[in-house]
């Protein structure tokens, strides 16, 4: 997620901003009021609200008090590293057991999960050399040790995907497998944040990217954060590219796109960032405008999960 100070995930989808505030109120989603996303249950339902920080912040140590993220179900600490956490993951270390415990109980009692987002853009573990499974189980092990709900797996490693040698591919998938057989479906989080790009049919990545992870291990991810932002001055700045026809240097790589390769839609999280300036480079799209693109979306079906009836 590069260097950021805020972002959030409202229903599914993700925005960045600079303070953290209540998700975007002016969206009017029904589901807000509805949704059960916010009991107390270490895999939220979607909609899902997410707020990742890796921002230093002073007089703060760890997450922020609860109270101050309300309507959010998800606060990722930004990150664990190959080399350890750092930045907010870092900060919950130095907490004692009792103050991580009063923490986790408050933000549990708010119905609010606790992760922790790996790698960033500061790690390639691929190109690097790290062992897929030996990295997930230090970093499932981290998860355990300290109590959080789950892991984000923000994998950033773009000249091994660009290889397009199938490496890439290969080793998010054991490292997925393997944190499954840690982190147990149903009772930790486990979440990607590929950029949108790696979801399109493209020859670019004649090895499939991230369709070819979600045909692998996609049945192991809870859901993807997917990066519509920083892959172009003009891309996913419209509705209509961000959901139904990216075209520009990415074709196939809109919202309705993705899921028209095979992607469950259910799944998919539209990361923006929330700022004009300062939280990426581009893919910024004024609040009106995005809330216009997510009753869109909406109308046509993403982002409220609706469980399937019984016969």
Not at 53 to 82: C, H, Q, R, Y
Not at 267 to 294: E, W
């Amino acid at each position: 997620m590069f260097a950021l100070s805020f972002f959030y995930v409202l229903s599914s989808m993700l925005l960045f901003r600079g303070v953290l505030s209540a998700p975007a109120c002016e969206l009017s989603l029904e589901s807000r009021s509805t949704s059960t996303s916010l009991s107390k249950r270490a895999v939220p339902a979607a909609p899902r609200f997410v707020v990742y920080s890796d921002k230093f912040v002073s007089g703060l140590t760890g997450p922020p008090p609860v109270s101050e993220i309300a309507g959010f179900n998800v606060f990722a600490l930004s990150f664990l590293l190959l080399s350890g956490p750092a930045d907010k993951a870092v900060e919950w270390t130095w907490l004692t057991a009792d103050q991580r415990a009063t923490v986790k109980s408050q933000y549990a009692d708010a119905g609010v999960s606790l992760v922790v987002s790996a790698f960033g853009s500061t790690d390639a573990p691929t190109s690097s050399g790290a062992d897929p499974v030996g990295t997930a189980n230090t970093m499932a092990a981290w998860v355990k040790q300290f109590g959080l709900d789950g892991i984000d797996v923000d994998y950033e490693d773009f000249n091994a995907m660009d290889a397009s040698d199938g490496k890439a591919e290969a080793w998010i998938a054991s490292f997925t497998q393997q944190l499954r057989t840690q982190l147990p479906k149903g009772q930790f989080i486990l979440s990607h944040a590929p950029v949108a790009p790696w979801f399109s049919v493209n020859k670019l990545f004649s090895a499939g990217a991230y369709l070819k992870v979600d045909q692998t291990v996609g049945d192991l991810i809870d859901w993807y954060n997917v990066q519509f932002y920083n892959q172009g001055t003009t891309e996913y700045t419209t509705c209509d590219n961000l959901l139904n026809t990216a075209g520009g240097d990415w074709p196939g790589s809109a919202l309705f796109e993705i899921a028209a390769a095979g992607v469950d839609l259910n799944k998919l999280v539209i990361g923006k960032p929330g700022n004009s300036a300062g939280d990426a480079d581009s893919g910024f799209i004024a609040p009106a405008t995005l809330a216009g693109c997510v009753a869109q979306a909406k109308a046509k079906g993403w982002g409220f999960y609706k469980p399937p009836t019984s016969t």
